[in-house]
């Protein structure tokens, strides 16, 4: 069986890589992923001796996003989704300095990875969307990561438009920290993480505390409110057009916009 999640600890000792390894869907997040990539993430807290926790994918996309074959299936919509905001909440409010190594494609809950990390070192191949309202879904989650980082105005032109953002665009947005050429995408985010250790773990641990101590809300709550949007939105009528009009590559029919919600 496939091992998901591939977790390298060798190459530094306070660093860990972790690696989406289902290639051959573009490392699309099933339910099987993100709950593997949860727990990896988990056993990296834990071990006292970690500072720095990269998070990369194999082969040429970083991921796809939501596995919409698997979530074209209502029965389970509920518990992929609170095991996406389980898996945000882990990466979110990690002790770690957490980095993203993203090249290729990163869409939708994909993307989300990005937001969730402190870091986002991107290849210049990167291409990265949250193209939800084109599928009649709603980047609840991803949303309440999105905020803690870009302004307002950002945030609405990812999320609402769900257009194609470049490397260089997220960079200039503030999504992406730095860009680089594709071969030297890992060696940057190693460099990056070694950086990152030169601060004291404590520390660090407790700016990131405190960070989010200043949010508005805990992201905690925030992910717990959209989670109800989220749901929502994915066991809606329209979910089922979007979802179905991308596994048959074809333009989703609309009706109206609802009213009184």
Not at 202 to 213: E, Q, S, V
Request: aromatic share 2%; proline share 4%; net charge neutral.
């Amino acid at each position: 069986m496939t091992q998901l999640v591939l977790m390298v600890n060798d190459e530094d000792p306070l660093i860990s890589v972790l690696t989406l390894n289902r290639p051959e869907k573009r490392n699309a997040l099933s339910l099987e992923l993100i709950e593997r990539l949860t727990d990896a993430v988990n056993a990296c807290a834990s071990n006292p001796t970690r500072r720095v926790m990269i998070i990369k994918g194999n082969g040429p996309a970083f991921c796809s996003g939501l596995d919409l074959r698997e979530a074209s299936n209502p029965g389970g919509a509920e518990k992929s989704a609170e095991a996406l905001a389980r898996m945000y909440l882990a990466i979110g409010n990690s002790p770690l300095v957490t980095i993203a190594a993203a090249q290729g494609a990163a869409m939708g809950g994909g993307a989300g990875l990005l937001a969730a990390c402190d870091f986002v070192v991107a290849a210049d191949t990167l291409k990265l969307a949250y193209p939800e309202v084109k599928r009649g879904l709603v980047a609840a989650l991803v949303t309440c990561l999105l905020r803690r980082r870009l302004n307002d105005s950002a945030v609405r032109e990812l999320i609402l438009l769900g257009q194609t953002v470049a490397a260089e665009d997220a960079w200039k947005l503030g999504l992406v920290n730095d860009v680089v050429v594709a071969e030297e995408l890992t060696n940057a985010a190693m460099a990056l993480a070694r950086d990152a250790c030169a601060g004291a773990p404590g520390a660090i641990m407790r700016t990131k505390r405190l960070l989010d101590d200043l949010s508005a809300r805990p992201l905690e709550e925030d992910l717990r409110r959209a989670l109800h949007v989220h749901l929502s939105a994915r066991n809606s009528a329209e979910a089922a057009e979007g979802i179905a009009a991308f596994n048959e590559k074809r333009e989703p029919r609309w009706g109206a916009r609802p009213m009184g919600e």
